[in-house]
């Protein structure tokens, strides 16, 4: 798959935001699945599972492939590598420091004259 062919960022994100979908996910991390077993913990039917699967295979999250009769479920995790790298980026600040920015707002209050919240 070239880069022009990959599919887009927000289609991969759209894809991790419904629970089911990371639920069918977190399901492939473990092996390949048919179809039918897949949806078999989820209370709806099998079109609707299969609408999810859809959408997972249009982000490149998942592969399908049919053998006879059974159509499989595949997870690609080289699909993820986009999101990861752009997800890291945001990793170059340090996280908040918590005590140290209630120090802040307590100074800030109290050259303020406003007093702070208890």
């Known amino acids: 798959m070239s880069a022009s062919d990959a599919p887009s960022l927000d289609m991969v994100f ?6 089911t979908r990371r639920s ?12 039918t077993d897949v949806a078999e913990p989820f ?12 959408i997972l ?8 492939e049919k053998h006879g009769r059974v159509k499989w479920c595949k ?3 080289d699909a993820l590598r986009e999101a990861s790298v752009w997800m890291q980026a945001f990793g170059q600040y340090d ?18 004259d406003v007093p702070p919240a208890s």
């Open 57 to 64: 295979v249009a982000a490149g999250l998942i592969s399908q």
């Open 95 to 112: 996280a908040l420091n918590l005590d140290a920015f209630e120090r802040f707002l307590v100074q800030e209050l109290s050259e303020s």
């Open 75 to 77: 997870l690609e995790p």
């Open 24 to 35: 069918i996910l977190a399901m492939l991390l473990e092996d390949d699945m048919a179809v």
């Open 43 to 54: 209370e709806m039917s099998l079109a609707a599972v299969s609408k999810h699967l859809g």
């Open 14 to 19: 759209t894809a991790l935001a419904d629970p």
